[in-house]
C-alpha cells in the first residue's frame, strides 16, 4: 500500500505543479481524467497477465494438489478481478450516458459556483 501511495503521488506530483502554475482546477480534472484513461488498459493486461500466470501454473503442477490449489486461486483472483473491472467500467460508462456526458469527449467543463469561473 505504501508503495501504491508513492507512484500515485511520483504520478500526480507534475499534474499539481501545472495545476498550480495555471491556477486552474480544469486542467487538474482533465490531467487526472487522463492518467485514469491511461492506466484502465494497463490495469486490465496486468489482471489477464495475473490469470495466465495462475493457468500456466495450474497447468505445470504436475501432479501437486497444493501447487494446483494455488494456480486455481490465481485464476479466480484474475476472472474476478476482470469482472469487477468491466462491470465498474460498464456502470461508469452508463452513468455517463444517463446524466448526459459525452465518453467521448476529452476536455471536462468544471462546475462553479455562482457562475464564476476559477481565476488565472
Known amino acids: ?5 508513492i507512484f500515485a ?3 500526480l506530483t507534475p499534474s499539481l505543479a501545472f495545476a498550480q502554475q495555471l491556477g486552474q482546477l480544469d486542467s487538474l480534472v482533465t490531467s487526472f481524467g487522463r492518467i485514469v484513461n491511461n492506466m484502465v488498459p494497463i ?9 495466465f500466470w495462475g493457468l500456466a501454473k495450474y497447468i ?9 490449489a494455488e494456480g486455481r486461486r490465481i485464476m479466480v483472483g484474475g476472472i474476478i478481478a476482470l469482472f469487477v473491472m468491466a462491470s465498474v467500467w460498464g456502470i461508469v460508462r452508463w452513468a ?10 476529452t ?8 457562475g464564476r469561473s476559477p481565476t488565472r
Open 60 to 68: 505445470l503442477a504436475a501432479g501437486s494438489e497444493e501447487s494446483k
Open 43 to 51: 490495469v486490465f493486461i496486468i489482471a489477464l497477465l495475473v490469470f
Open 1 to 5: 500500500m505504501k508503495k501504491f501511495l
Open 9 to 11: 503521488g511520483v504520478l
Open 96 to 105: 455517463q450516458v444517463a446524466i448526459g456526458i459525452d465518453p467521448t469527449k
Open 107 to 114: 476536455d471536462i467543463t468544471v462546475p462553479t459556483i455562482g
